[in-house]
C-alpha cells in the first residue's frame, strides 16, 4: 500500500500510480484522505501520519505537508510535484536494469574463464582481467545510472 499525506488543498487531485501490488487509488480533497488498495479503503481526516507509518511506502508533500506527515513518510517530495513519484519509478527502474546487467557480465566472465582455466587455456592475465578488468567495466557501465534527464 501506498500512503499520501500533506496535500493541501492547491494540491487537492486524483492519482493513479500503478505498482507491482496493483494500482493504489488516491483522492485528496477538504483534508479527507480517501485510500482504495484492492477494494479496501481507509479514510483519514486530519492527521495523515498514521496512514503513513502503516503504508508500504509513505509519500508526503514537502512545501504543503504538516510536519507529521513529513516525519511519517518513507519519501518526501519537496517541489510538491507529484509527477516525480513516476519519476523516481523509472530512475529504479533503470538502476536495477543496469545492476543485473552487471551481475550476469561478471559472473559469464568470470565463469568463462573458469572453464578456460579448467581446459587449460586460460593463464593468470585472464583471471587477472576476469577481476578486475570486470571490475572497471562494470563501473563505467554503471555511470549511465547518473543521465536521468530524458525519463
Do not use: H
Request: hydrophobic share 60%.
Amino acid at each position: 500500500m501506498i500512503g499520501y499525506g500533506g496535500f493541501g488543498m492547491a494540491n487537492a487531485m486524483f492519482t493513479i500510480v500503478p505498482i507491482f501490488i496493483g494500482v493504489v487509488f488516491v483522492l485528496i480533497l477538504a483534508g479527507i484522505a480517501v485510500q482504495a488498495v484492492r477494494g479496501a479503503a481507509q479514510w483519514k481526516r486530519n492527521n495523515d501520519a498514521p496512514v503513513l507509518t502503516r503504508a508500504d511506502i509513505g509519500i508526503a508533500m514537502g512545501a504543503m505537508g504538516s510536519d507529521a506527515a513529513i516525519e511519517a513518510a518513507d519519501v518526501v517530495l519537496m517541489d510538491d510535484d507529484p509527477a516525480k513519484i513516476a519519476k523516481a519509478i523509472r530512475i529504479s527502474r533503470k538502476c536495477l536494469r543496469i545492476v543485473y546487467e552487471n551481475i550476469v557480465f561478471a559472473l559469464g566472465i568470470k565463469g568463462l574463464c573458469l572453464v578456460l582455466g579448467a581446459m587449460g587455456i586460460a593463464n593468470m592475465w585472464a583471471a587477472i582481467f576476469a577481476d578486475v578488468g570486470v571490475m572497471v567495466i562494470a563501473v563505467l557501465n554503471a555511470i549511465r545510472a547518473l543521465r536521468v534527464d530524458n525519463l
